[in-house]
Each structure stands twice: as C-alpha cells, then as structure tokens.
C-alpha cells in the first residue's frame, strides 16, 4: 500500500510552485506499479469544469474550483476519473461523506477530512484540534455504546461519537484489495504527518498489513537536495513515531523562510 498528496499545505496554491502536474502524478502512480487508487478527499471540487464556483453538499461557503485559482487542476470532479481511466489505475472516490439530511441527502463511505475537522465548528467556529481521537472513536468497532471525545486533555467541549459501520467496512474493503493489488491512498496534502491519511495509514499497520510506503512527489517550490521523505516505509516496527519522523524530514525540504533567514542590517 502507498500514499501520496499532490500539494505541498492544503491553503490555495495559485501558481503551482507547491503542486505537483498531472504528468508527474501519473508517473510516480507507474514508476510504484499502482493498480487501484482511493481517493481520501471529502469533496473533489465542481462536476462542470465550466463553472468558477462550486458548493459543497451541506455547506454553504462557495469554494474554488478545479484549480481555479489554485492547482493542481486535475484533482476536480470532472477530470480526475478520467485521468485515471486513461493511464490504465483504477479509481474511487472513498472519502465522499454522508449525509441524511435535507437536499443535500447522499451516500457515501466518511473516509474523507474535512468533514471531521469541522466537528467543532458548534462550538467555536474553528476546527477542533482531536481529529484523529475523533476518527478512531467512529472506526473502533468496540465502540458499540459511544465515547466522549474531548477537544483537548481536560476540556469541556466534547463531542459523543459512536461506531460508524459504513467508515469501519470502506476501511475494510480497502485493506482486503490491498492485498492483492497494489493501492494508493491519494489526499491533497502531500505531507503525510498534516493528513488524515495517518489515521488511516496506523490503522492498517496495527491490523497486520505488512507496510504502507509514503511517496514523496516533487514540486517546483520543493527543495533541499537530498531531504525530504522519498519511500518513507511504515511498518510495525515504527508506526507509532512515524509522524513525528515524517514531520522532522518535512520539515528539511523546505525551502529557507526568507522572514526568518533575513540579516538585518
């Protein structure tokens, strides 16, 4: 199994330099041999390439579309099947989100994000900071009876999370195909320790797949020569301090902060 992200930091991208192309995408999708890929996102962008804005089912903020103004564009809903059809890899959206409410009502598997790291949103306006306490209590299939999730050690604001079938069985199918076919879990951030492609990532480790192989695409603004995370492997033997050994070679591939290096005179 594999993980990949096609932007370096999920904030709007609008000339590129922290994207990676299509070109290079479907490359490193076929220099890793990928048969399948599941894509993590809670929404994809428009279903029209034509239009400058889309709407999120269930929220009312109008977001960019297909990499207008931000990159890459080929990740929106109508191109990204497609990309993927005519480079011979499989495709599926798995982190669509469901919905039982009102217009907006669909099916889907929750696998994606965002819609997890707005949970807190009733209470302050801004994302909580338990994201993955909140996910593993909804795919915890010992989790019959419900679980408080705090927002932080010791906080008041909770969040009562029960065991989500639909989650735990997408998460299943994905494991039992990553057995006989070599899958990628695709994100936008291509910072595997910012992304809730961890979560998922610890998951399959701690139920005995063998290893997940973090790829590290390149992008323009990317680089220090010989840093970063190229292949990274997760296995039992250090999931537990993958995230903060990923974050520490993230960290070196970045180019110097100007506002930081800056002499003053």
Not at 52 to 71: D, E, H, V
Not at 130 to 156: D, F, Q, V
Not at 209 to 223: C, L, N, R, W
Not at 232 to 247: H, K, T
Request: charged share 30%; net charge positive.
């Amino acid at each position: 199994m594999f993980t990949i992200g096609v932007r370096r930091n999920g904030a709007t991208d609008t000339d590129g330099k922290r994207s990676i192309s299509e070109e290079d995408y479907i490359a490193q999708l076929q220099i890793n041999n990928a048969e399948y890929v599941f894509d993590l996102r809670s929404g994809r962008g428009a279903t029209d390439c034509k239009q400058n804005t889309i709407k999120f089912p269930g929220n009312g903020n109008a977001t960019r579309l297909c990499g207008n103004p931000s990159k890459p564009n080929f990740m929106c809903e109508c191109k990204i099947e497609e990309v993927h059809k005519s480079a011979g890899i499989g495709y599926e959206w798995a982190g669509k989100p469901v919905s039982k409410t009102g217009e907006d009502s669909y099916t889907g598997t929750n696998l994606g994000g965002s819609r997890v790291s707005l949970a807190f949103n009733d209470y302050k306006g801004k994302p909580g900071s338990n994201w993955g306490t909140i996910r593993r209590a909804k795919y915890n299939k010992k989790n019959l009876t419900g679980c408080n999730c705090p927002e932080k050690e010791g906080g008041k604001n909770t969040l009562f999370e029960i065991f989500d079938p639909i989650m735990h069985s997408a998460l299943q199918r994905i494991f039992e195909m990553a057995k006989e076919k070599r899958v990628v879990l695709l994100c936008v951030e291509d910072e595997l320790h910012k992304c809730h492609k961890m979560d998922w990532v610890k998951f399959y480790v701690k139920e005995g797949f063998g290893k997940v192989v973090a790829i590290e695409p390149k992008t323009e603004e990317h680089t220090t020569p010989g840093s970063g995370w190229s292949k990274y492997v997760i296995d039992q033997s250090n999931v537990e301090q993958a995230r903060g050994e990923l974050q520490i070679l993230s960290a070196a591939r970045r180019p110097p902060d100007k506002k930081k290096t800056k002499v003053k005179k």
